[in-house]
T-cell receptor, first 114, second 112 residues
Framework: DGGITQSPKYLFRKEGQNVTLSCEQNLNHDAMYWYRQDPGQGLRLIYYSQIVNDFQKGDIAEGYSVSREKKESFPLTVTSAQKNPTAFYLC?????????????FGSGTRLTVV | QKEVEQNSGPLSVPEGAIASLNCTYSDRGSQSFFWYRQYSGKSPELIMSIYSNGDKEDGRFTAQLNKASQYVSLLIRDSQPSDSATYLCAVKSGGSNYKLTFGKGTLLTVNP
């Protein structure tokens, strides 16, 4: 079955540590996105990529980095520069690069700072 | 700043009733509109999309769009307890804008 796989489901980060969240899709979608969701907040865009080897910052990119070396994969690194990383992280993809047909979401990664 | 506004709720309806969820958006050039359902602790799931003025029906769900009023709504007929979730409205602007802008969501509770 086609879909988006995020791993791990739960992740714990120590202060000053970098962690990487995995996102893989087999939908043959062109565009991929990373969102962050905090309690009582909407989804906020961190980074997006419309084609391989290209990505752009979203609204809250500070403290995060991404890569898009393959069409299927869009990993997100939460760096030590991100001061408040505890949140629910959602990866999404869309047909075409403009998102005109909506997004398909992965199951999410819940990151907690310990 | 393009905005999407929703009542945060909670909206509480009895089982079998019609639930009405509303959303307004600020960008008059918006072209595509979506409703997502998000169960607690889970990721959003696309349930409806609408692109032109009027109504679009899919089973118990009806999406309504009024671009002149910059308003989109979701009606859920014969509400079931399994419909209890947060409903997110998402809007895509026209032109080259790449992203969906999401509202904060409305929490719906359907009481048996």
């Amino acid at each position: 079955d086609g879909g988006i796989t995020q791993s791990p489901k739960y992740l714990f980060r120590k202060e000053g540590q970098n962690v990487t969240l995995s996102c893989e899709q087999n939908l043959n979608h062109d565009a991929m996105y990373w969102y962050r969701q905090d309690p009582g907040q909407g989804l906020r865009l961190i980074y997006y990529s419309q084609i391989v080897n290209d990505f752009q910052k979203g609204d809250i990119a500070e403290g995060y980095s991404v890569s898009r070396e393959k069409k299927e994969s869009f990993p997100l690194t939460v760096t030590s520069a991100q001061k408040n990383p505890t949140a629910f992280y959602l990866c999404a993809s869309s047909i075409g690069s403009q998102g005109s047909y909506g997004y398909t979401f992965g199951s999410g990664t819940r990151l907690t700072v310990v | 700043q393009k905005e999407v506004e929703q009542n945060s709720g909670p909206l509480s309806v009895p089982e079998g009733a019609i639930a009405s969820l509303n959303c307004t958006y600020s960008d008059r050039g918006s072209q595509s509109f979506f409703w997502y359902r998000q169960y607690s602790g889970k990721s959003p799931e696309l349930i409806m999309s609408i692109y032109s003025n009027g109504d679009k029906e899919d089973g118990r769900f009806t999406a309504q769009l009024n671009k002149a009023s910059q308003y989109v709504s979701l009606l859920i007929r014969d509400s079931q307890p399994s419909d209890s979730a947060t409903y997110l409205c998402a809007v895509k602007s026209g032109g080259s804008n790449y992203k969906l802008t999401f509202g904060k969501g409305t929490l719906l509770t359907v009481n048996p």
